[in-house]
């Protein structure tokens, strides 16, 4: 099955600077990949997707890249703010293959410090 | 528009009791779920149900859990003999299918004492 590992599991950084974190997956057959944003005792909320057919995919401060020959993906978030402060799941599902559920990585705990 | 509704947010069960959780999808969406969050951690993929069939049970412990998803009615995920361990979130996502965008409940949260 699917298995997927997420860097770092905390980060942290100064407002109005970048972050990036880093997913990979092993599944090569994997041909969706979502990001999930968590606060504390809710529900995760997507804020950003791509498939497998492209590269790259930016939603104003937010942008998610996928390297399908590396296994890797990776979220962008830049001019961070207060409220960018959550946990952030990636996830892959593969499509088709009979097992639609999504296979998610353990979270980065995002710390914004003003 | 609704989304997708679970309910009741919040269970408290002895050990040994039976837990139900439900799941009403969000509205025009026929492919139901659930996964399960243990506390710091990610959400583990359990059961994934269509109207009336089981499509992918995975994830879900062979004994105790049961889900079914009827013709009419919500989504129930079921728990039989609950000890200490299942004790965490458990939220249910809806979508149309495929690698249609996956929505979120708002989860139910079990305390088993």
């Known amino acids: 099955g699917e298995n997927v590992e997420q860097h770092p599991s905390t980060l942290s950084v100064q407002e109005g600077d970048s972050a990036v974190i880093k997913c990979t997956y092993s599944?090569?057959?994997?041909?969706?990949f979502p990001w999930y944003k968590q606060e504390l005792g809710k529900r995760p909320q997507l804020i950003i997707d791509?498939?497998?057919?492209?590269g790259e995919k930016k939603d104003q401060r937010i942008a998610v890249t996928l390297n399908k020959t590396a296994k890797h993906f990776s979220l962008h978030i830049t001019e961070t703010q207060p409220e960018d402060s959550a946990v952030y799941f990636c996830?892959?599902?593969?499509?088709?293959?009979?097992?639609?559920?999504?296979?998610f990585g353990k979270g980065t705990h995002l710390i914004i410090q003003p | 528009n609704a989304g997708v509704m679970q309910n009741p947010r919040h269970l408290v069960r002895r050990r040994g009791q039976e837990a139900r959780l439900r799941c009403s999808p969000m509205k025009g969406h026929s492919h139901v779920y659930w996964y399960r969050q243990l506390p710091e951690e990610g959400l583990k993929f359990m059961v994934y149900?269509?109207?009336?069939?089981?499509?992918?049970e995975s994830g879900m412990p062979k004994e105790r859990f049961s889900a079914e998803f009827p013709k009419e009615g919500p989504s129930i995920l079921r728990i039989q003999q609950v000890v200490r361990g299942d004790s965490a979130a458990y939220f249910c996502?809806?979508?149309?299918?495929?690698?249609?965008?996956?929505?979120f409940g708002p989860g139910t949260r079990l305390t088993v004492l």
């Open positions: 791509i498939r497998s057919n492209v």
């Open positions: 149900l269509q109207k009336e069939n089981i499509i992918d």
């Open positions: 996830a892959a599902i593969q499509s088709g293959g009979g097992a639609d559920g999504l296979t």
């Open positions: 599944d090569s057959a994997s041909n969706y």
């Open positions: 996502a809806s979508s149309t299918g495929g690698t249609d965008t996956q929505y």
